[in-house]
């Protein structure tokens, strides 16, 4: 069975707004890691929108945006070209690699999971909370940003039952990001 993997960065004080982060050259190489660990990644609608219209590649070869920088280009390839599922009852067709995810959320997912290979990682705040619920998710990684911002979404929140976790491992980044990965106690 292939493990389910959620990253998020998140600031001190709670707030998971993607706009509020430091997204660094050594960050992103680390993102990198976490996408090659995975088969496929799972989106919920909003992440998938967000992700797709950030980092899909142009059809034009070599056409990069003005934006991004060459130290980002790494992180935009590997997530351009990885499989994504896409869960939403919103949206009639995806592509971008990717397929929808109709019916039952937890069964679906088992389904995704009892499949070989690698693992499976998740990305967002909303899809996360659900599979969390479903206690669907086996790795949890905060990279916690040094920052207090004082607004935005939060995780987790309305979680309607506590869930114990183990810290696995502990990175620190030049930022003074600090990631840290948990499994949860069974």
């Keep these: 069975m292939r493990p389910l993997r959620y990253s998020i960065n998140v600031t001190l004080d709670g707030c998971c707004d993607h706009r509020t982060m430091i997204a660094d050259e050594e960050l992103h190489r680390h993102a990198v890691e976490n996408l090659v660990r995975a088969d496929a990644l799972l989106f919920g609608r909003v992440t998938y929108e967000m992700m797709e219209s ?39 067709r995806v592509d971008w690699n990717a397929e929808l995810v109709r ?6 997912v088992q389904q995704l999971k009892q499949e070989s290979g690698e693992g499976l990682f998740v990305g ?4 996360p909370m659900a599979l969390a619920e479903l206690g669907l998710i086996d790795e949890y990684e905060f990279v916690v940003q040094p920052a207090l911002v004082g607004h935005g979404p939060t995780l987790f929140e309305g979680l309607s039952k506590r869930v114990d976790l183990k810290l696995v491992s502990r990175l620190e980044f030049g930022s003074g990001a600090v990631a840290m990965r948990y499994e949860p106690t069974r």
């Excluded at 967002?124 to 899809?127: A, I, T």
């Design 124 to 127: 967002g705040v909303k899809l």
């Design 103 to 108: 019916g039952d959320l937890g069964e679906a």
């Design 54 to 92: 950030a980092w899909r590649q142009p059809t034009r070869a070599g056409a990069t945006p003005d934006w991004m920088q060459p130290w980002m280009e790494p992180f935009a390839r590997t997530i351009d070209g990885a499989k994504k599922y896409v869960v939403s009852s919103a949206l009639d």
